[in-house]
């Protein structure tokens, strides 16, 4: 039970950056047209008390989990509309207590394009504009997605498609409201049998949910500042819950809601700085976790 099903959601937040602020899939900014950004962003995700189904507890075998991830992502704007992102982690696992080994490697590289559907000129409160943006994820290396809560991923290639609706006022403040649908891949485990929500499967193919995400954003963008606080909602659909005593299964249905914060600041030089911290309110078979991310990006104006 990777927090966030291990960093499967980095595809939905994976950073690329325009010389005043970071960017992201359902932000609701589009670079400069012919900007090509790129940079590093590290985060360190941990948690000792987690849910198994709705039942919150600890577990001795695991103690902290920590997940730790280093992510090259990179950007192009082609025109003022339309905007290409890929990002790739490198993700390392390790449990403080019990006899589970870490885990470590690449794990899926994510390629998106983003595109201004709408946008209306400033007018007497503000800008309103729509966005629409798709991803595709596929693994990088042979992990195993059989191993939770120390697996770095699902192993499986995946499709997201998002909606974002942004408005941003005269003054200084913003707010934004996005909904993405993610469409699952089935997995492959090297066994030919399993068990999961109360039944026993002859087969090494695990039918993986699709999973629907809600964010509600606000916050301040004056000048080289720009501070988001954020209200991500996730829910699968489909999926059983962890069995009691037992380790989590790729498959399991993971429902959190969290709270996101951050400051990017615009350096000299075309250089940005991203600060983020995050924390899981409520979940169902995930870790109540605590996520601290640091990024630095670089833009081109060609």
């Known amino acids: 039970m990777m927090p966030k099903r291990a960093m499967r959601w980095l595809i939905l937040v994976a950073v690329c950056a325009s010389s005043a602020r970071a960017q992201t899939i359902d932000d609701g900014i589009m670079m400069p047209k012919r900007t090509l950004s790129a ?42 509309r339309l905007g290409l992102m890929a990002s790739l982690p490198y993700i390392r696992t390790h449990a403080s207590q019990g006899v589970l080994h870490d885990l470590s490697g690449l794990q899926d590289l994510m390629l998106a394009a983003k595109f201004k559907l709408l946008s209306t000129g400033p007018g007497r409160y503000g800008m309103f504009s729509v966005l629409a943006a798709a991803t595709g994820a596929i693994p990088t290396s042979n992990y195993t997605p059989d191993f939770y809560p120390l697996s770095i991923g699902t192993a499986g290639r995946r499709a997201t498609g998002h909606v974002t609706m942004k408005f ?61 606080v954020s209200l991500v909602q996730q829910r699968t659909l489909g999926g059983g819950d962890i069995r009691r005593q037992d380790m989590p299964f790729v498959s399991n249905r993971m429902d959190f809601v969290k709270l996101d914060g951050g400051v990017m600041y615009a350096l000299p030089g075309n250089l940005s700085i991203n600060l983020g911290a995050a924390h899981v309110l409520s979940g169902r078979n995930v ?13 081109l104006h060609l």
Not at 52 to 80: F, P
Not at 190 to 206: A, E, F, I, K, P
Not at 287 to 299: D, E, I, R, V
Request: with cysteine; hydrophobic share 35%; aromatic share 16%.
């Open 168 to 228: 941003h006022s005269n003054s200084t403040w913003f707010a934004n409201a996005s909904a993405a649908y993610m469409w699952c891949a089935n997995v492959r485990l090297n066994r030919n049998s399993y068990y999961t929500d109360g039944q026993l499967y002859l087969t090494n193919q695990v039918v993986m949910p699709n999973v629907l995400d809600y964010t509600l954003t606000a916050g301040i963008d004056r000048g080289n500042w720009r501070i988001p």
């Open 287 to 299: 870790g109540q976790s605590t996520t601290f991310t640091s990024g630095l990006f670089y833009a």
């Open 39 to 80: 940079g590093v962003l590290y985060a360190h995700d941990s948690w000792d008390h987690y849910w198994e189904g709705t039942l919150k507890r600890t577990n001795g075998n695991i103690g902290t989990l920590t997940t730790q991830s280093v992510t090259w992502v990179g950007g192009y704007a082609v025109t003022d």
